[in-house]
């Protein structure tokens, strides 16, 4: 693929972002938004996703907004400042993951989505995933990190060929282990059919609903071993603020 293909391809492709949750678990120490608007290093956690969007020869974004969406976008706007076009999708309710993927379905243009998480961050190649996801032919791929403390997470469990087999629930990591683990790194590649997946007018959670249906019908995995942070709990957030600042 020429540079010029590569570039009209991606900016073709639309960048959801799902931030519509309730963030009650940072609530300790950010109670004043949704997390994605969180203080991190000095700047709302959202723009670290922004630039790497960014960076990474995408243009068009689509906001999956709900709890705190107008102060998302009143310091967001048109997208602009990052050079992107960013469109706003507004839940009436909490959809879960999935849901508002779904409830966005009409605003979304063509064959090919990429999703990502907005509390948390993966430094993965993000033209390379999609042109794994492409090239692979299956419905979906999923960005996965390695880490060594999975505990808070459900880990992911590959064939040699790279599909995903099994996504398993959380469990204690053995004291004085230094085994690294794959866990979703919430960054998805999606085909739109899999939008026919989920259900309509209700909740719906991509991780425990819609992932083990695709298990059955192939999803594979993409692993990046980039920095991953999640700042969904107050100590990932402290250690965010140094971090992740480090990296921009």
């Not at 960014?54 to 709900?66: A, D, H, I, N, T």
């Not at 790279?162 to 398993?168: E, H, T, W």
């Not at 690294?180 to 590649?189: A, K, M, P, R």
């Amino acid at each position: 693929m020429t540079h010029n293909s590569r570039l009209k391809t991606l900016c073709d492709i639309p960048v959801l972002i799902l931030a519509g949750g309730l963030g009650t678990r940072l609530r300790p120490i950010f109670d004043s938004g949704p997390k994605s608007m969180a203080p991190v290093g000095g700047r709302p956690f959202l723009e670290y996703l922004f630039l790497k969007i960014g960076e990474s020869g995408f243009r068009k974004v689509l906001m999956c907004v709900g709890y705190g969406r107008s102060q998302i976008e009143a310091w967001v706007g048109d997208g602009t400042k990052w050079g992107l076009r960013v469109g706003y999708s507004v839940e009436p309710e909490p959809l879960g993951t999935a849901g508002a993927i779904k409830f966005a379905a009409e605003m979304i243009d063509g064959e090919t989505l990429l999703v990502l998480n907005g509390d948390s961050f993966l430094a993965v190649d993000l033209w390379k995933l999609v042109q794994a996801h492409l090239e692979s032919k299956v419905r979906a791929t999923i960005a996965l990190a390695r880490v060594r403390d999975s505990t808070r997470y459900g880990t992911v469990e590959m064939t040699s060929q790279g599909r995903i087999k099994a996504f398993l629930k959380k469990r204690p990591v053995v004291v004085g282990s230094d085994e690294w683990h794959l866990v979703n790194g919430g960054v998805y590649v999606f085909d739109r059919s899999v939008l026919d997946m989920v259900p309509e007018a209700r909740a719906v959670s991509l991780e425990r609903e819609i992932f083990p249906q695709l298990v059955e019908k192939g999803v594979k995995g993409f692993i990046s071993d980039g920095y991953f942070i999640d700042i969904g709990l107050p100590d990932d957030f402290k250690r965010a603020q140094t971090e992740l600042q480090e990296r921009f």
